[in-house]
C-alpha cells in the first residue's frame, strides 16, 4: 500500500523559515517525482515545485525560485522543502504528491501525480 505523508507545516513570522517533509512508501518504481503543491481556500491547487528521484533535476514555480529549495534522500524515499523568506501570500495547505515516473515539463500537471498525502498547513503571519 503506497503512503505518502507530509510533516513539518505551521506558523511562521513573515521572512521566517520552515522546512516541509514529504516521506513516500509502499512502492516499488526505477524512478520517480515528487511534487509539492499548494492550496488556499476559494483557489486552484497550484504546483511549487518538483524534483526527479533518478538525476535530481528540480522544477519551481516562479513565485518560489530563490527563497524555497527542494532536496530529496533517496535512500528514506524522502523529499523536503526548505522554504525560506516566507512571505504571507505563501500561506496555504502544502500537499505532497508522488509521480510513479519521470518528472518531465510541464511538471505540475496534477493528474501526472499517482498518489497524495493528506496536506499540511502553512501560515505565515506576525
Known amino acids: 500500500q503506497v503512503q505518502v505523508v507530509e510533516s513539518g507545516g505551521g506558523l511562521v513570522q513573515p521572512g521566517g523559515s520552515l522546512r516541509l517533509s514529504c516521506a513516500a512508501s509502499g512502492f516499488t518504481v526505477d524512478y520517480y517525482g515528487v511534487g509539492w503543491f499548494r492550496q488556499v481556500p476559494g483557489k486552484e491547487r497550484e504546483g511549487v515545485s518538483c524534483?526527479?528521484?533518478?538525476?535530481?533535476?528540480?522544477y519551481y514555480a516562479d513565485s518560489v525560485k530563490g527563497r524555497f529549495t527542494i532536496s530529496r534522500d533517496n535512500g528514506k524515499n524522502t523529499v523536503y522543502l526548505q522554504m525560506n523568506n516566507l512571505k504571507p501570500e505563501d500561506t496555504a495547505v502544502y500537499y505532497c504528491a508522488l509521480m510513479l515516473g519521470e518528472p518531465i515539463p510541464p511538471w505540475d500537471r496534477e493528474y501526472d501525480y499517482d498518489y497524495w498525502g493528506q496536506g499540511t498547513q502553512v501560515t505565515v503571519s506576525s
Open positions: 524534483i526527479s528521484s533518478r538525476d535530481g533535476i528540480t
